[in-house]
């Protein structure tokens, strides 16, 4: 059985608004923060027991929507990301990440 693909290096770009990651595979690669904020999966972001979710109900993400203020690891599977208007909730699977991850 093949190991996961995992990050072995996660690094914030405050500058860029984005955060570059390097791969147990070699890949070097971002994900841009209105990526990350487009996608995240929580429950208020994605809907719930048919009930759609904020970002179905939007265009346009604010200015604060899309400004990290923290990450924290979440286990052996996924990163924590805060945004600076408050949202929290969005746990992303190193997974997720890898999809959303753009080549450097």
């Not at 996660?10 to 971002?30: C, F, H, K, M």
């Not at 286990?75 to 997974?95: C, M, N, Q, R, S």
Request: hydrophobic share 35%.
């Amino acid at each position: 059985m093949q190991a996961p693909v995992m990050p072995t290096e996660i690094r914030v770009d405050r500058a860029g608004r984005r955060l570059e990651i390097r791969w147990s595979d070699g890949l070097v690669g971002y994900c841009t923060f209105e990526d990350l904020r487009w996608n995240c999966p929580c429950a208020v972001c994605q809907g719930e027991m048919g009930q759609p979710g904020v970002l179905s109900q939007t265009t346009e993400l604010t200015p604060e929507q899309t400004e990290l203020e923290n990450i924290w690891q979440v286990g052996y599977y996924a990163v924590g990301l805060a945004w600076k208007d408050g949202h929290d909730t969005g746990i992303y699977p190193f997974e997720l990440l890898r999809r959303l991850c753009r080549p450097e």
